[in-house]
């Protein structure tokens, strides 16, 4: 055990219902909400019902729902145009990762110079920083990203297809209201991706090399959480208890990320989601299943562990044996989920393979060089291929 | 599970040498720094050791080291004259739990009006409330309060011979440097009752009737850690790995009562405490392993669960039967430990009795409503004399 330090900024609350406490949180910050949105939850119904909270207790709202997957810096910078203009006193984001990400970037502009893509972190070029962001609730819509609680925003620039990511403590949002009846419509498909990006973040965190204990714990538990629940959540997406879980497992993803951080497959999918136009967490659960074969011996002890948070009998097995099954869990987890996807599904093909490891190895060095396997360039290509 | 919320707002950083981090954070506030330590410290050489690491970087010290066990409202008072007269930037808290509670009070005083016992939080009568203190680097030398991630200072008025707590998030440590190279120095008899005190920290938190799966799973990883090095930290206290383990463990326990609050045997420990002149960690050892006894029929699937915390063979047992070995287990780690106590050992007599379980109900309901075992105002005069 080294140095190590932590810290949860921000208030989640978590729970059926907590969504209630919406307005009463707003009103601390002013009577101006600027209500970031997934353009789709006007037609859920979900919307009208936030709408309806913050209205209720007098809050005026600013709407802006030009929120796509990978969030364009475009539409963000649009958007941060409205807010300066309408003067809002603190944003309130509702939806998938995309509408957070959205929000903590307009934050920023909100009440600093420039625009968005000039804030992302590069170690190439030169980039904007900043010191304050406007105050940011957070209601998740999916269970999954755990940005309700991190540090970062990932946007894209469609210009050059890149994504890119912006970090400082900063955007941690002031509070994350997660409520599980928001998400029990999600359907099968979405809840399953969604999952496993939360089991990516988890077992990533606790894999990389810089881990220490504090997200560890978290990160365990949150793979156990998943393992057990997320089948049923993608089975019967009603059960509340099964959302709840994955609900809380998510939340406790994102904080072991904001505390460890990625490595592969982060590393290797964002690349591919930035290219073709693939949602988050098919390109996690993509490389998800060949990346644990091809690493558990890198870290045998570790895989271990991940395997002993599946809840299957592993007594008499030695430590290499349960790392072993820590692949086959993972693997039919992806299965029993319908998370079993393929890069070439989305449209990548053979010809992207040299420019996107390119890509994932000058912009996500990070999440490589943090993997207990080391993985060049070449090899990269080669899981990509696998996964094609 | 049902609606919960968790936050830990101030930063933690742990581990060996993490100390030196202090001049640099301090700076971040200002170059006057009013130094809280405990006076013992002057002479072990830890002392110097802080204020060399301070003025080396160009920060002023105004020194204060009137600190006791059980810390008095007076001496508060009297720090706080100083700290407003001198006119400090930030504190410095360094020593076991009275130096960073004593801290904490004067840290209130030091912006705002009014003695310390004023703000002592009270049903039977008014008391001053405030919104900011100074900001507060905690240093523990001990490893078992937990303040140092808190937001309760707990102080004495030795007028009435009673304790009382201030409660306020803001007196949350901005940072606390839990360093296990300033604890190694500790006599075996203040490290078994100051592991003891973070054992309940733990335990009762994972017991509190409104504990939630966050600060659960916080407070099993801490028995978890106490279970298994508290008895390697007392039998050879230059042990830095069971040191540190000590540190962490303690600091997880802090969070833990931090997020869902202590019950018995703190509920019973503090009136004692607060009447005779008895150090909190072994205030708390008496009665734990009688308390185990009679209360782990009350929430046995609970008990069951710290049972499985110690690191024993439980296969094949019964939930009941884990649940009963959680006492066997808490008794002989006391025993082990050289943790075996009476009140009466610090003169608790039959006679005040009467008057301690009255001070426990009236100014512990909280602790006592939170058991699973509750608890009249005749049993726990039996639990007195049972721990006389």
Redesign the interface.
């Known amino acids: ?18 969504v209630n406490k919406l307005a009463e949180i707003g009103k601390s910050y002013g009577s101006k909400a600027y209500l970031c949105m997934d353009p789709f939850l006007e037609i859920s119904g979900v919307g009208s019902e936030i709408e309806g909270l913050l209205k209720k207790d007098g809050v005026d709202i600013v709407k802006f729902t030009k929120v796509k997957p990978n969030p364009s810096c475009h539409d963000i910078d649009e958007g941060a145009d409205l807010c300066r203009k309408e003067k809002c006193d603190f944003m309130v984001a509702v939806g998938g990762g995309s509408a957070i990400d959205t929000a903590k970037a307009i934050a920023i502009l909100a009440i600093n110079p420039g625009n968005s893509w000039e804030y992302i972190a590069r170690s190439d070029r030169e980039f904007r920083t900043f010191s304050e962001s406007l105050p940011l609730i957070a209601v998740p819509t999916t269970a999954g990203t755990g940005t309700e609680v991190t540090h970062y925003s990932v946007i894209s620039n469609p210009d050059i297809h890149e994504k890119g990511c912006i970090h400082n403590k900063v955007l941690v949002p002031d509070f994350a209201l997660v409520d599980p009846e928001l998400m029990v419509s999600k359907p099968p498909k979405l809840t399953a991706y969604t999952g496993i990006d939360a089991m990516c973040h988890s077992l990533e965190s606790f894999l990389n090399v810089n881990s220490t ?2 997200p560890d ?2 990160a365990l ?1 949150s793979v156990s959480l998943v393992a057990r629940y997320l089948p049923e959540a993608v089975a019967n997406g009603t059960n509340i ?1 099964a959302r ?2 994955m609900a ?1 497992a998510s939340t406790l993803g994102g904080v072991a990320i904001a505390l460890a951080g990625t490595i592969l497959p982060h590393g290797l999918g964002q690349p591919v989601s930035g290219l073709v136009d693939m949602p988050h967490g098919a390109s996690m659960a993509a490389s998800l299943g060949h990346i644990m074969e091809i690493s558990y011996t890198s870290n045998i002890e570790k895989f271990a562990r991940l395997a002993e948070c599946f809840g299957e009998p592993l007594d008499g097995l030695s430590t290499y044996a349960k790392a072993e099954m820590s692949v086959e869990f993972v693997q039919r987890l992806l299965k029993d989920t319908g998370a079993e996807v393929t890069f070439g599904e989305y449209g990548l093909t053979e010809a992207d393979l040299e420019k996107t490891a390119e890509i994932a190895v000058n912009n996500y060095s990070f999440d490589l060089n943090n993997s207990p396997l080391k993985v060049s360039k070449e090899e990269i290509i080669e899981i990509y291929r696998n996964c094609l």
Chains 1, 2 share one sequence.
């Open positions: 055990m080294s140095q190590f330090s932590f810290v949860i900024p921000g208030e989640v609350v978590l729970g059926a219902g907590v204990p504090f714990m978290i538990e208890v709840e879980k809380y």
